[in-house]
């Protein structure tokens, strides 16, 4: 079992910046974030396979960044140059997959997810 904590959510201004957290009660090795905005369905936003490699969504690509602190458990998600269309709900998921099939994975793949925290951008 795995528990997963997000936190760092929060209100910022277009063009803003903000650094969610994702604290895992041990290591696991697949992990990824995703997001949902209302009324749409849950995205992607990036993934992390076990050996480093990193993927980012189309709409995120060069603004976030995933990294992962190993010695404390900790996801984080940078977020810069923050527009409304990324006002959503993050999640952060895992599951225990140690091949690089991890970077398949879909929002159904994933075993363990944490509770969300909302981010919202204003214009």
């Known amino acids: 079992q795995v528990q997963l904590v997000e936190s760092g959510g929060g209100s910022v201004q277009t063009g803003g910046s903000l650094r969610l957290s994702c604290e895992a009660s041990r290591f696991i090795p697949c992990v990824s974030w995703f997001r949902e905005a209302l009324g749409k369905e849950r995205e992607q936003v990036a993934i992390r396979s076990p050996y480093g490699q990193i993927n980012y969504g189309d709409s995120v690509k060069g603004r976030f960044t995933f990294s992962v602190d190993s010695a404390k458990n900790i996801l984080y998600l940078q977020m810069n140059n923050l527009n409304p269309e990324d006002t959503a709900m993050y999640y952060c998921?895992?599951?225990?997959?140690?091949?690089?099939?991890?970077?398949?994975?879909?929002?159904?793949?994933?075993?363990?997810w944490g509770q969300g925290t909302q981010v919202t951008v204003s214009s």
């Open positions: 998921a895992a599951a225990d997959d140690y091949s690089n099939f991890c970077l398949t994975r879909g929002q159904f793949e994933f075993t363990y």
